[in-house]
């Protein structure tokens, strides 16, 4: 097992990673995996990965499972990092790629952070597992539950998309539909979560769901020949897969996989108008967000108003020389059926904002016609027929 300790990403201070965790003890913020990268590094190397059964687990070394024979799967990962010439001539950009997340199972890259998360749930003794959800994150827990043996309890808003809630029952999760946000769900699974035995893996409230989404940036770094983009578009509610991806090009450096001259890639937040609380920090210099009052968005992940990981996600932003950008609905839906006749990928209304963020950045010239750009598509429009409808 390569993983060593939990820190905390506020105050640094270090715990053992030997039971259920959640917040840091001292300052009640999250905390992140850290591993002897050292160790890693003399166990591995980075084309020894391609000789492994495809999938987010061949990168078991830097994942946190002792034993990654026991890691509750669905074949999650790999996804397709596509060309998409089409796209890039439209808005006047050489070389343009889609990592398409929605070819994971569950359809979205949930899945990802579930396999992790629920996999070191399972190790360490839950029982139970429970989460507040938008939509993707449900369905996802609730099949990755169902995959442990795992009771799972989901608090979903009244208005969520059919199709996740749908989802959710069919693999057997208790659904919970609250008048509200995600925040008005969070709050009613962590008034009931110890009383009733579930281990809470809200986003960013424990270390591991992080450690999965990670991997789409060691995977973008190998899909790349161990080069990183210029520039990375990331579709951004809780965060995680963004500090995640940040938090694996550390490490890639801190291992040596990377190839020498490798750019280190400018993250751009992409949120909707109607709940941008990213975007308005970025804006004014604040190193907190403030949860909009009224969040409203037809994409149902970026419909987070007061993020606990905002701190995190800010630093990370800044320290690539990155930005935040918001769209509205409409926009984001336009973007979103652009890429279906563009590239032939149906993306969810999460992805078709990174493409009206884009088109903004490249008129500005913020975005160089010659750089590399990667935009994250984290799951399928087939989840979305409200929003297209």
């Given amino acids: ?98 990592k398409d997340e929605s070819l994971n199972p569950t ?24 989460a507040p959800s938008a939509g993707n994150a449900g369905g996802a827990l609730a099949a990755y539950g169902a995959r442990a043996g795992l009771p799972v309890t989901l608090a979903m808003p009244r208005d969520v998309p059919r199709s996740n809630r749908l989802e959710a029952e069919a693999c057997g999760a208790t659904v919970n539909l609250i008048d ?58 809780g965060g995680t897969g963004l500090v995640g991806m940040a938090k694996a090009f550390r490490e890639l450096d801190a291992l040596g996989w990377l190839e020498p001259g490798s750019p280190r890639p400018r993250f751009v937040a992409v949120q909707a108008s109607g709940c941008a609380p990213i975007v308005d920090a970025l804006a004014s210099g604040a190193d907190r967000a403030r949860a909009p009052a009224r969040p409203s968005t037809v994409a149902a992940g970026l419909r987070v108003p007061g993020p606990i990981g905002d701190r995190w996600m800010l630093r990370d ?27 032939g990928i149906f993306a969810c209304p999460e992805g078709g904002a990174l493409v009206a963020a884009l088109r903004g950045l490249a008129a500005s010239g913020w975005v160089r016609p010659e750089e590399t750009v990667v935009l994250f598509n984290t799951g399928t429009g087939l989840k979305y027929p409200e929003a297209f409808a």
Wanted: glycine share 10%; with cysteine; proline share 4%.
């Fill in 317 to 343: 932003i800044r320290a690539s020389g990155g930005t935040a950008v918001a769209v509205d609905d409409e926009s984001l839906i336009a973007g979103a059926l652009e890429l279906g006749r563009l590239e």
């Fill in 180 to 237: 509200g946000t995600i925040a008005d769900c969070g709050r009613w699974i962590g008034e009931r979560a110890e009383r009733e035995g579930w281990f809470d893996l809200s986003t960013l409230k424990e270390p591991y769901r992080v450690e999965g989404k990670k991997i789409m940036g060691y995977e973008l770094a190998e899909a790349l020949g161990w080069r990183l983009p210029d520039v990375i578009l990331y579709p951004t509610g």
């Fill in 1 to 98: 097992m390569f993983l060593t300790r939990l820190e905390c990403t506020e105050c640094g201070r270090a715990c053992s990673a030997d039971r259920l965790r959640r917040l840091c003890d001292a300052c009640g913020l999250p905390l992140a995996a850290a591993y002897d990268l050292d160790r890693v590094r003399r166990a591995v190397a980075r084309d020894d990965l391609r000789r492994r059964p495809r999938g987010q687990w061949r990168f078991a070394e830097v994942l946190p499972l002792a034993d990654p024979a026991q890691a509750v799967t669905l074949g999650e990962g790999d996804t397709p990092l596509l060309d998409a010439p089409r796209l890039g001539a439209a808005l006047g950009l050489r070389r343009l790629l889609v």
């Fill in 107 to 130: 359809g979205s890259f949930k899945a990802r952070g579930m396999s992790a998360a629920v996999s070191m749930a399972k190790a360490l003794g839950a029982r139970a597992l429970a």
